[in-house]
């Protein structure tokens, strides 16, 4: 099984894909979960599409963290290079609503950066995590969450916490 967890395989994957649009769809709907004038931190950004849809409102602001410096090279929005496993360089309650886009089953330690999102998080705050479906790329990740394990790994740490299928993703919002 390849190691997807490493900077070294994300920054040969974006070398040869460049940027990736695939996940446009959750960015929308991100979007529209909060108001123009919203905070929002996106975890594994990649190259920063999905914080170009974001930030296209007046009064947005935007942070992304990728820990691929190819993925940064590319990216046009504000982003910081970090491993979201490790505790996030942000104060506690600094956003409105923290995305993590087809990341979280990369990761090793996945309910760190779940604990870490609810942490930056502001009262209220919204956490929008999208996986992929299990039928997909089975060989590569370790963690592909069914709804349930991906409600279970988010539930502690939030609110409510709401979890169903969006097309080929499983996705969870969860309210702090
Ligand atoms: C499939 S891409 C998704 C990018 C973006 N969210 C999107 O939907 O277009 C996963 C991204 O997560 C980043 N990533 C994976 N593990 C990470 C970690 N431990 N810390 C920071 N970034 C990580 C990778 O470098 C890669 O850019």
Known sequence: MT???????????????????????????????VPPEASILDIGCG?????QVLDGRE?????????SQKALEACKSPA????????????DATYDLVTCVMTLHCLDT???AVRESAR????????LVA????????????????LKELQALIAPYFKYVLSFNYDVWKVALATK
């Open 3 to 33: 190691n997807v967890n490493t900077p070294e395989y994300w920054n040969r994957v974006w070398l040869l894909t460049g940027e990736y649009r695939g996940t446009r769809p959750i960015y929308f709907l991100a979007d529209s979960l």
């Open 47 to 51: 190259t920063g599409y999905g914080l």
């Open 59 to 67: 009064g947005r602001i935007v942070t992304g963290v990728d820990y």
């Open 80 to 91: 910081i290079q970090h491993d979201i496993q490790q505790p996030f360089p942000f104060e």
């Open 110 to 112: 996945p309910e760190n």
């Open 120 to 127: 930056v998080l502001k009262e209220e705050g919204i956490l």
């Open 131 to 146: 996986c992929p479906g299990q039928h997909r790329w089975k060989e590569e990740y370790a963690f592909l969450p069914t």
